[in-house]
């Protein structure tokens, strides 16, 4: 699975849009974008996950670079509830059993009001 | 999503005990995995638990140290043996419905070792 590097932390006003970005310069073709976040004393938790195409839920905005070397997750108005650490990750996903999750270190969001 | 639920949610052990993890999915699973997350850390991945077969672990996990058993879809074991502090981490139930599914990870067990 192909690496990714985050900024160590960010932080944002309440009620502005959080935009993470992530470099994976080493994705490959089959290789899905998706994104985690962990609360404090919480386990990880699924925002959402791309391929190529731009994706959007109803938590977050998954924006992929045409070359698919980098993203941005973004999350349109933060609240105070959205402070947590954020992990972008790369792993083969469609079609395959094999795809397993491999955590970095992440970007510690915080949200100040 | 399936819910995990992991007993013991926490717990305090002395050092050359073992402690049996137990995971729970509310609905039959494909995929089953054990991640340990040390004190400031990120999570690391110790094993995909095979319904019927032996654990696939990574790279630096041995089943001698966290033998993990998994009798069905939807229920697994990770046993933390002969622990020492080092041993003192959060353990992860994480599951994937179907291939092209997203993970989903349990709250995880707070294992503290005196």
């Known amino acids: 699975d192909a690496k990714t590097t985050q900024p160590p932390s960010m932080d944002c006003a309440e009620g502005r849009a959080a935009n993470l970005p992530c470099n994976h310069s080493?994705?490959?073709?089959?290789?899905?974008v998706y994104w985690y976040r962990q609360i404090h004393s919480q386990g990880p938790q699924y925002i959402i996950h791309?391929?190529?195409n731009n994706e959007t839920n109803e938590m977050a905005s998954l924006i992929i670079t045409e070359d698919r070397k980098s993203s941005t997750l973004i999350l349109p108005h933060a609240t105070l509830r959205d402070t947590a650490v954020y992990y972008c990750?790369?792993?083969?996903?469609?079609?395959?059993?094999?795809?397993?999750?491999?955590f970095g270190r992440g970007t510690q969001l915080t949200v100040w009001p | 999503s399936a819910v995990i639920s992991q007993k013991p949610s926490r717990d305090i052990c002395q050092r050359g005990t073992s402690l049996t993890i137990q995971c729970q999915v509310d609905?039959?699973?494909?995929?089953m995995f054990w991640y340990r997350q040390q004190p400031g850390q990120s999570l690391t991945l110790i094993a995909t638990?095979?319904?019927?077969?032996?654990?696939?672990?990574e790279s630096g996990f041995v089943i001698d140290k966290f033998p993990i058993s998994r009798p069905n879809l939807t229920f697994s074991t990770l046993t933390v043996s002969n622990m020492s502090p080092e041993d003192s981490s959060i353990y992860l139930c994480?599951?994937?419905?179907?291939?092209?599914?997203?993970?989903?990870f349990g709250d995880g067990t707070r294992l503290s070792i005196l």
């Open positions: 080493t994705i490959s073709g089959n290789e899905y």
């Open positions: 638990a095979n319904q019927g077969s032996e654990a696939t672990y």
């Open positions: 994480s599951i994937r419905d179907s291939p092209n599914q997203p993970q989903h």
């Open positions: 990750i790369v792993r083969v996903a469609r079609g395959s059993t094999l795809g397993r999750l491999y």
């Open positions: 609905s039959q699973v494909t995929m």
């Open positions: 791309g391929l190529k």
